[in-house]
């Protein structure tokens, strides 16, 4: 007889939920039908940037939790030196797909859809297609003029940029805050990564990532392979969720300057043809680090 099929080797449900909301991702930042959400997202931080940090050829932005690359690779074509940092195994390989195989416009079909039968106004809406991308990332790299400079660095973003200081003249940030277990971390790398005059430009709800929602987040179980585990993960244990009006007064003691702050609805991976869809009322600022004395 066969020998048993090894339950490791087996996707699991945290496997298939990473799948369909990288196939949803797919739709946001590369399908024409993504365009309305880019724009409520993306738009504000890119013409922000544009506002605060000078396009003279050597401002360098960096874009942690880049996704699947959309926002990185607009910041590159406005003429800005830009790296996107990203952590999801699931969106680094299909980030790194969309970038770099030559693709032509439109030339993949998605069926990203099919996992929601509910809420739909046709019958065939589950089934529509998605077609990615909606531009070639090197031509859209080339409308910037001269040599892009665009990277991407896989990683978790405290371990990637450890060891880097004063080396950006703004980071860019996108629904990416409330992925750490403490914001505060973040906080306090940002202000280390930027220079003194760098900017901080963020937009995003406060959806912490790391609130247990079961009594398994807390005790262990199984991992995202299915492996028995020891104890629960330690950034369940550890996660601390911050209201605005306290993480506002963390960046205030971090010693930023809040030079805009303001609130904008957006959605999230939204199916534009559902009966129903999440918004969000995102936090919207620029938090500026002083300059050095001396400088303007």
Known sequence: PAAPADPRARPTEADFSKVRSTLHSCVRDW???GAAERAACYGPILDELERVVPRDGRSRVLVPGAGLARLVLEVAARGYGAQGNEFSYHMLLCSNFLLNSGLRPNEVALYPFVDQPSNCRRAGDRLRAARVPDVVPAALLRGGGGEPDFSMAAGEFLDVYRDQR?????????????????????????????????????LGPLLYHWVPTSGADLEGGLDARGRPTAGADDRYL???????????HAILAQGFELVREEWRHCTYTANVRSMMRTDYDCIFFTARKPAAEGKS
């Open 31 to 33: 399908a024409a039908e």
């Open 238 to 248: 550890r996660a601390l969720e911050f209201s605005w009006d306290e993480l506002r």
């Open 166 to 202: 004063e080396a950006w003249d703004a980071v860019a940030a996108c629904f990416f805050v409330d992925t750490a277990p403490v914001a505060l971390e973040y906080v306090a790398a940002i202000w280390r990564l930027l220079k003194p005059g760098g900017a901080w430009v963020n």
